[in-house]
C-alpha cells in the first residue's frame, strides 16, 4: 500500500512539473530564472510528500518500526513542509477549479482529474499524521517558505495560471491564498502538538 501511495505521488509529481513546462518556459524567459523556484507550486507540494513517503519506507525497512524519536534537521524539514503544502496546494487548487466553473469556465476531463488528485494530496496530508515526526522548527522554517511564496506569486505575478474568467479576482485570490496559508500552518503545528503531548502521556518524557 505505502509502495503505490509513493508511486501514485512519484508519477503526479513528475505530471505536475510537466504540466507546469510552459509557465516555467515563459517565467525564465519574460521575467528570471530565479523565480522558477516559486512557480509550481502543487508539484514541489506533491515532490515533498513523495519524499516523506520514501523516508518512512526506508525507515520500516531498516528497522521494522516508525519509532516516537522527532526528526531532525533535513528530515524533520520535508515533513512539516509536505504537510502544509500539500494540505494548502491540495485545498487552493480544487477552490480555484470550482471558483472558475462558478464563474462559467467550462470543465473538461483534465479539471475533474485535477480536483480529484489535489483532494488526495490535502486528504493524505491529513491521514499520516501518525507518522510524523517534524519537530515545531520545521514548521517555522517551512512556513517562511509558504509565506514567502505567496507573496513571489501576487506582488511579483508568478501565481499559478489561474482560467481566464478569474484574472479579475486576483485580489481575492490573494487574501483566499494567504489566508490557507496560515491554515496549513496551524494544521501542522496542531499535528505537532498532538504528538507531543500524545509522547508525553505515554512516556511521561519532553518532546520537541
Given at each position: 500500500?505505502?509502495?503505490?501511495?509513493?508511486?501514485?505521488?512519484?508519477?503526479?509529481?513528475?505530471?505536475?512539473?510537466?504540466?507546469?513546462?510552459?509557465?516555467?518556459?515563459?517565467?525564465?524567459?519574460?521575467?528570471?530564472?530565479?523565480?522558477?523556484?516559486?512557480?509550481?507550486?502543487?508539484?514541489?507540494?506533491?515532490?515533498?510528500?513523495?519524499?516523506?513517503?520514501?523516508?518512512?519506507?526506508?525507515?520500516?525497512?531498516?528497522?521494522?518500526?516508525?519509532?516516537?524519536?522527532?526528526?531532525?534537521?533535513?528530515?524533520?524539514?520535508?515533513?512539516?513542509?509536505?504537510?502544509?503544502?500539500?494540505?494548502?496546494?491540495?485545498?487552493?487548487?480544487?477552490?480555484?477549479?470550482?471558483?472558475?466553473?462558478?464563474?462559467?469556465?467550462?470543465?473538461?476531463?483534465?479539471?475533474?482529474?485535477?480536483?480529484?488528485?489535489?483532494?488526495?494530496?490535502?486528504?493524505?496530508?491529513?491521514?499520516?499524521?501518525r507518522f510524523y515526526r517534524f519537530r515545531w522548527m520545521a514548521v517555522l522554517f517551512a512556513a517562511c517558505w509558504v509565506l514567502l511564496n505567496d507573496i513571489?506569486?501576487?506582488?511579483?505575478?508568478?501565481?499559478?495560471?489561474?482560467?481566464?474568467?478569474?484574472?479579475?479576482?486576483?485580489?481575492?485570490?490573494?487574501?483566499?491564498?494567504?489566508?490557507?496559508?496560515?491554515?496549513?500552518?496551524?494544521?501542522?503545528?496542531?499535528?505537532?502538538?498532538?504528538?507531543?503531548?500524545?509522547?508525553?502521556?505515554?512516556?511521561?518524557?519532553?518532546?520537541?
Open positions: 500500500m505505502l509502495w503505490t501511495l509513493f508511486w501514485v505521488n512519484f508519477l503526479g509529481t513528475i505530471y505536475g512539473y510537466i504540466w507546469y513546462g510552459n509557465q516555467l518556459k515563459f517565467t525564465a524567459e519574460n521575467m528570471s530564472p530565479l523565480y522558477l523556484p516559486f512557480v509550481p507550486d502543487s508539484p514541489t507540494a506533491s515532490l515533498f510528500f513523495t519524499w516523506f513517503l520514501l523516508i518512512l519506507l526506508l525507515r520500516r525497512a531498516n528497522d521494522k518500526d516508525t519509532g516516537r524519536k522527532p526528526s531532525g534537521g533535513l528530515q524533520s524539514f520535508v515533513e512539516a513542509f509536505a504537510v502544509i503544502t500539500s494540505f494548502k496546494y491540495g485545498i487552493w487548487a480544487v477552490a480555484m477549479i470550482m471558483a472558475g466553473a462558478y464563474q462559467g469556465d467550462r470543465l473538461v476531463w483534465q479539471d475533474w482529474m485535477l480536483t480529484f488528485s489535489h483532494l488526495g494530496m490535502a486528504m493524505e496530508a491529513l491521514l499520516y499524521y513571489m506569486d501576487y506582488a511579483v505575478g508568478i501565481y499559478p495560471w489561474l482560467p481566464e474568467v478569474l484574472e479579475d479576482d486576483l485580489t481575492p485570490i490573494a487574501s483566499f491564498t494567504m489566508l490557507l496559508s496560515w491554515a496549513s500552518i496551524a494544521v501542522a503545528l496542531l499535528l505537532w502538538r498532538w504528538r507531543v503531548r500524545k509522547e508525553r502521556k505515554e512516556t511521561g518524557t519532553k518532546s520537541v
